[in-house]
T-cell receptor
Framework: QKEVEQNSGPLSVPEGAIASLNCTYSDRGSQSFFWYRQYSGKSPELIMF????GDKEDGRFTAQLNKASQYVSLLIRDSQPSDSATYLC?????????FGTGTSLTVIP | DAGVTQSPTHLIKTRGQHVTLRCSPI?????VSWYQQVLGQGPQFIFQ???????GRGNFPDRFSARQFPNYSSELNVNALLLGDSALYLC????????????FGPGTRLTVT
């Protein structure tokens, strides 16, 4: 079982819609959770991080964490074509960081 | 403020050679982590350093080593290069160590022939 699992996609949504990205993790002791966006050929860019159960909002982005279900998600409201990228979920377990393989998102104009 | 810087940008090496990659963190950040990213995969954690000490290590062979300097910059060394070491090597900067958010540099693209 992988430490962090994401659907690879591709996920396509029309411009203006809500994109929902999901991630599960295996280590119940995980302490912090991150979402990164990565454009092709570029390095990952931090979007959100969350430590506690519940929701955290930043502009058009909302991260949701459910530690009981070992589940973290990212919602992107009013999706724009510039949001088209690969979204990486990452988890810190106390001594290591683990990344998922990423979900490819395409926002269709 | 300058972000994370890495050098060189690209590098081509031959199997069996040694390589050194360099990273300077964001000003004021004291922790640096190294990752390997192969095409189509997420970054894989190699090391985390804080205050010149190793604070975390991923599942990489002993051919991989790193160190952090008093100015918080860092080097990643890879010995006896294999074709499979070809990847994008990413450095990430964190204010402290542990669970804090990480900011990535542009990466070094290593090709082993």
């Amino acid at each position: 079982q992988k430490e962090v699992e994401q659907n690879s996609g591709p996920l396509s949504v029309p411009e203006g819609a809500i994109a929902s990205l999901n991630c599960t993790y295996s280590d119940r002791g995980s302490q912090s959770f991150f979402w990164y966006r990565q454009y092709s050929g570029k390095s990952p860019e931090l979007i959100m991080f969350i430590y506690s159960n519940g929701d955290k909002e930043d502009g058009r982005f909302t991260a949701q964490l459910n530690k009981a279900s070992q589940y973290v998600s990212l919602l992107i409201r009013d999706s724009q074509p510039s949001d088209s990228a690969t979204y990486l979920c990452a988890v810190y377990t106390g001594n290591q960081f683990y990344f998922g393989t990423g979900t490819s998102l395409t926002v269709i104009p | 403020d300058a972000g994370v810087t890495q050098s060189p940008t690209h590098l081509i090496k031959t199997r069996g050679q040694h390589v050194t990659l360099r990273c300077s963190p964001i000003s004021g950040h004291k922790s640096v982590s190294w990752y390997q990213q192969v095409l189509g995969q997420g970054p894989q954690f190699i090391f985390q350093y804080y205050e010149k000490e190793e604070r975390g290590r991923g599942n990489f062979p002993d051919r991989f080593s790193a160190r952090q300097f008093p100015n918080y910059s860092s080097e990643l060394n890879v010995n006896a290069l294999l074709l499979g070491d070809s990847a994008l090597y990413l450095c990430a900067s964190t204010p402290f160590w542990g669970r804090d958010e990480q900011y990535f540099g542009p990466g070094t693209r290593l090709t082993v022939t």
